[in-house]
């Protein structure tokens, strides 16, 4: 039997698939220049004799990263942390060197201190104080060892470290420099296209469920990953620089468009009712022309070369849909109340969309440019972190220092030769636990990945280094045998199996002062730091730290607090809006939207925040000259009953489904009432009076549909799947 050739491309597609390896161009830069960073640093390290000039390699790998400003940014905050760690290592020593209970005691609460106050922090920072605790815990337990060249070790290790530093920042900046400031603005265009596409698919009623609900996973994950990219661009030159309070108004703004698409899919979705038929024609031919302009920005990648042109192209479509909506209104009295006013609910939040993308270009208008000075906008300054927060921090800290004290117990009971490289290996991966809710899945790849390192390390110190001599053949073997693990590094689903692998290959392949092979110390040296990887590991699932009370906190002020201050008009409902999303824009990093309950509170915040807009409609709607008693008497008693029942939620605990059932009666029923007052026998048809009253029950609509769609997240019901 004769099998069918495969052609060149499509092998060359299936070893793709097979090994999602980004074998571009630019990727392969980054590679190679990773891995000369890392010979740099090696022969500097030499060069300097200094005790292990292993550990500049493997921080030129720990700290490779696509962007200069990212580079930049991990390498100043890892000098500082290394810096300030050693000194408090230092100190440590020289108060209990001889006394080994209080030294680790101390280096344990000195830890903990760096990742209850890491954890409260994102990006650079956080990484800042953990290393200050990592660089600590190396120099005290290494130093106690040896305490009279504790101030040696101190200094080898600070030095070893920030020369890695400074060769890969080197090559980051001098070597065909990618910058965050661009790729912020690509990826701007990018993420606005995407938007403008999920948009349109949420006017398009057929996209299945699954679809719009990947799509909506995907611009999650690409607004998280915008704003850790903000946050590298403060670090690049001044020309290169955005504001970073435009860009965190921008984030917002993407947020809040995710918020109205998501409601507005929902009741397209759920429009076929009876008597829908003449709603559904003046409807059809607005929401195909707005979903057709989205389509084209979608696909316009020069989209921000205009932005007047695009918010004008906006704004048009706009007035068309108000101009749909007064239609729908002209139709009362002919067509049932019911699609009315979901039409009108329909007309409205497409209108929102719309707005949240003209927003997202004045945020860019104000803040992304090519060059020139900076423009500042007017912004609020980030609120401290919240007592939830700090809570959170301080077991973080305390599931730390309690890690190093047991393995440091271990170590002791069993007097192991090798129990120093345990605690290494802990220290390593506890960085997986700061600011993550489950850091085991990528804490054990970084485990897998980094025996994987060690054992290609041990094959290359048998077979290969024994054969080369002089460090130009050892840097042209490293270069090459290293550039793998870059171009893992710089494949983003691939990045921490790379730095495993590159880092801890070069760490461990015996590239010291001397050549001393000695298969049985590097097995125990290896093994030992594998463990303490794998006990730690075991430690953070037994122990885990996670965002449930930060996410319960947002709960509690949404709807116990900001819903009903929107109900009474206490504060305006965009600015309750846009805390809500703030809020939530600070803790998406740490969601996993594919667990159920936490899809279930992504999807529930965002209903809330635009409920918000609703609630604040109706409050408005109390004081427009033409709305009939009978209206204004429903909406001011369901917005009175609503307000009071939310604020009774925080407070509830087993009760709380009882409010939730009084809320929802309290919706239904101002909604039915406002039904009621849409037959022509109530209220005249056609008139100003039955206009406003449909507007209210669109309103309405909304948020009776949040007790069909959220029910999960009103009950807090997110914390169990």
């Not at 040896?146 to 980051?172: F, L």
């Amino acid at each position: 039997m004769r099998t069918a050739a495969i052609s060149p491309p499509g092998l060359w597609k299936r070893v793709r698939q097979a090994a999602p390896v980004d074998l571009g161009w630019r990727n392969a830069v980054f590679a190679l220049r990773t891995a000369v960073a890392a010979v740099a640093a090696l022969a500097a390290a030499y060069g300097l004799e200094l005790q292990d000039p292993q550990w500049a390699v493997l921080t030129v790998y720990l700290l490779a990263q696509p962007t200069a400003g990212a580079a930049v940014a991990k390498g100043a905050f890892r000098i500082l942390g290394t810096v300030s760690g050693a000194l408090a290592g230092l100190v440590i020593l020289g108060l209990w060197s001889q006394a080994p209970v209080p030294l680790v005691g101390s280096i344990a609460l000195w830890l903990a201190l760096c990742f209850a106050l890491g954890a409260q922090r994102r990006n650079y920072a956080a990484y800042g104080f953990l290393l200050a605790g990592y660089t600590a815990l190396l120099v005290g337990l290494e130093g106690a060892f040896a305490p009279t060249e504790a101030w040696h070790i101190a200094v080898d290790r600070t030095s070893e470290i920030v020369i890695g530093i400074v060769s890969i920042t080197a090559v980051s900046v001098l070597v065909f420099p990618v910058y965050a400031g661009d790729v912020l603005r690509g990826q701007l265009a990018r993420l606005f296209g995407e938007l403008a596409h999920y948009g349109a698919m949420a006017l398009q009623p057929r996209t299945p469920f699954a679809t719009f609900v990947g799509l909506r996973r995907a611009m999650v994950e690409a607004v998280v990953k915008f704003d850790a990219l903000r946050s590298y661009t403060v670090f690049e030159a001044p020309e290169m620089r955005a504001s970073d309070a435009g860009l965190r108004r921008m984030t917002r703004e993407f947020l809040r468009v995710l918020a109205v698409a998501r409601g507005l899919h929902v009741r397209l979705g759920d429009f076929e009712v009876e008597g829908a038929g003449p709603v559904a024609d003046r409807l059809r031919p607005t929401m195909a022309a707005v979903a057709a302009l989205l389509e084209r920005l979608a696909a316009d990648p020069s989209v921000f070369r205009d932005t007047r042109r695009v918010r004008s192209q906006l704004l048009a479509a706009r007035v068309d849909l108000n101009a749909a909506s007064a239609d729908l209104e002209a139709m009362v009295g002919r067509v049932p109340f019911v699609p009315l006013a979901d039409g009108v609910l329909i007309l409205r939040r497409a209108g929102d969309l719309l707005h949240g993308l003209s927003m997202v270009m004045v945020s860019e208008a104000a803040s992304v440019r090519t060059g020139g000075p900076v423009r500042k906008i007017g912004a609020r300054k980030s609120p401290p972190p919240s007592p939830v927060v700090g809570r959170e921090g301080l077991l973080a800290g305390l599931r730390a220092g309690m890690a190093l004290i047991l393995m440091c117990g271990f170590w002791a009971a069993t007097e192991w030769t090798d129990g120093f490289n345990a605690a290494s290996g802990l220290a390593v991966i506890l960085f997986f636990a700061m600011n993550q809710d489950r850091p085991g899945p990528l804490g054990f790849t970084f485990l897998l990945w980094t025996a994987i390192g060690i054992g290609a390390a041990y094959l290359a110190m048998v077979f290969v280094l024994p054969r080369i001599e002089g460090f130009g053949a050892l840097a042209l073997f490293l270069i090459l045998a290293l550039i793998p693990a870059g171009l893992m590094a710089g494949t983003p689903q691939l990045a921490w199996p790379g730095i495993a692998f590159g880092g801890f290959f070069a760490a461990e392949i015996g590239t010291g002062n001397v050549f001393q092979p000695d298969e049985t110390a590097f097995f125990n040296a290896a093994l030992s730091m594998l463990f303490g990887m794998g006990l730690c590991l075991v430690w953070l699932n037994l122990m885990p730290v996670n965002s449930l009370a930060s996410r319960g906190r947002i709960w509690a002020d949404t709807l116990g607090l900001g819903l009903p201050q929107a109900a009474r008009g206490a504060r305006h409902e965009r600015v309750i809006l846009g805390e809500v999303v703030s809020r939530l824009a600070e803790l998406l990093p740490r969601l996993a939207l594919d667990r159920p309950g936490e899809e279930d509170f992504l999807r529930g915040t965002l209903g809330a925040a635009s409920t918000a807009l609703e609630l604040g409609r109706l409050r408005r709607l109390l004081a427009a000259p033409g709305l009939a008693e009978g209206t204004r008497a429903i909406v001011a008693g369901f917005l009175g009953r609503f307000a009071d029942t939310l604020e009774r939620f925080p407070q509830a605990g087993r009760g709380l489904p009882a409010c939730v059932a009084e809320a929802e009666a309290a919706a239904r029923e101002a909604d039915a009432a406002l039904a009621a007052l849409g037959l022509p026998l109530a209220l005249p048809p056609a008139s100003p009076e039955a206009a406003l009253n449909l507007r209210a029950g669109a309103s309405l609509r909304f948020i009776v549909d949040r007790f069909d769609i959220d029910r999960a997240f009103l009950l807090r019901a997110f914390g169990e799947a």
